[in-house]
């Protein structure tokens, strides 16, 4: 050392790291630092100094899609009575130390069923390893409002990954009839191109349309469905899917009036017969009186 009233610093290269600390400070938005300094015996504090944590990214919004039990998409499909079809509500998850600075507190993704859908089974799953993440316990139905809620318990938060990873809702259902007529007509009329209404905002586009036109639209159900996902007490509803259920048209009844042949070409074919035996009989009786 000189000891010409030179100035030594002690230079500390370090990264932000939050996933464990708990302190205060860090609650407050800010690290907060003081060192000590030494010197023949004499300990000094140094000024503190503070440095504000950048807030956690907002999640990213929640996504939704229906499909059939074979996995097909039929967002804007017909549907039947007793068809057997899945929501899909997909929620993607921050990177830990990189766009989200702790653990998440809280996760739920609330399902309000349309009322013509019973729902039959639900779960979630990690879609980076396609393994089912929930609990029995992680998830309830509420029979008076129809809906799947998944709740996510302090096992599920510290076991996610958050590496960026995916979390799907699935909600197995029937199609069921429950009398859920929808005033939005205007979506029935051509969903293959964009519609707007002063009293409604819905809109579809002629890029989701998955079916070019829906004609009789008298007594067409709309089975539409929004999620709603929350992390860290951050909810965002989901896009919106729908469906169109059609009242059943029974078979016209056959009828077989007086000596019609309820079989067309059977009775063709019977009356060719026919005429070929009452050809051969005269040619024969011809012969006869010669």
């Known amino acids: 050392m000189a000891l010409k009233g030179e100035t030594y610093r002690l230079v500390i290269k370090a990264k932000v790291d939050l996933s464990n600390d708990t302190s205060d400070s860090v ?35 929640p996504t939704k899609s229906v499909t059939d039990k074979n996995g ?17 509500i997909d929620q993607k998850v921050g990177v830990l130390n990189q766009s989200i600075s702790k653990r998440y507190t809280e996760f739920s993704i609330t399902d309000p069923l349309p009322d013509n859908i019973a729902h039959t089974k639900a779960y979630v799953i990690n879609k980076a390893n396609g393994k089912t993440a929930s609990e029995e316990s992680d998830l309830s139905f509420d029979e008076n409002s129809n809906t799947v809620l998944f709740t996510a318990s302090d096992s599920f938060l510290k076991n996610m990954d958050l590496n960026g990873e995916t ?13 859920a007529k929808t005033d939005d007509q205007d979506l029935l009329t051509d969903p ?4 707007k209404d002063s009293t409604n905002s819905s809109t579809t586009s002629a890029s ?71 050809f051969i009989k005269s040619i024969l009786h011809i012969l006869n009186l010669i």
Do not use: C, F, W
């Open 27 to 61: 609650d407050s938005g800010e690290i907060e630092n003081i060192a000590n300094s030494i010197v023949s015996g004499q300990s000094q504090s140094t000024n503190q100094v503070q440095n504000p944590v950048d807030g956690d990214e907002i999640p990213a919004k």
């Open 72 to 88: 097909k998409d039929i967002n804007k499909q017909d549907v039947k009575l007793g068809d057997e079809i899945e929501y899909h």
């Open 167 to 179: 979390y799907e809702l699935v909600v197995e259902g029937k199609v069921v009839a429950k009398n």
């Open 192 to 195: 293959s191109t964009d519609k």
């Open 208 to 278: 989701d349309t998955k079916q070019d036109e829906v004609t009789d639209t008298s007594d067409v159900t709309v089975i539409r469905d929004v999620a709603t996902s929350s992390l860290n007490n951050n909810p965002q509803d989901t896009n919106e899917v729908l469906n169109y259920l059609r009242p059943e048209t029974p078979k016209d009844e056959e009828t077989t009036p007086g000596n019609v042949d309820s079989n067309p070409a059977e009775s063709t074919s019977k009356m060719a017969q026919t005429g070929n035996k009452g």
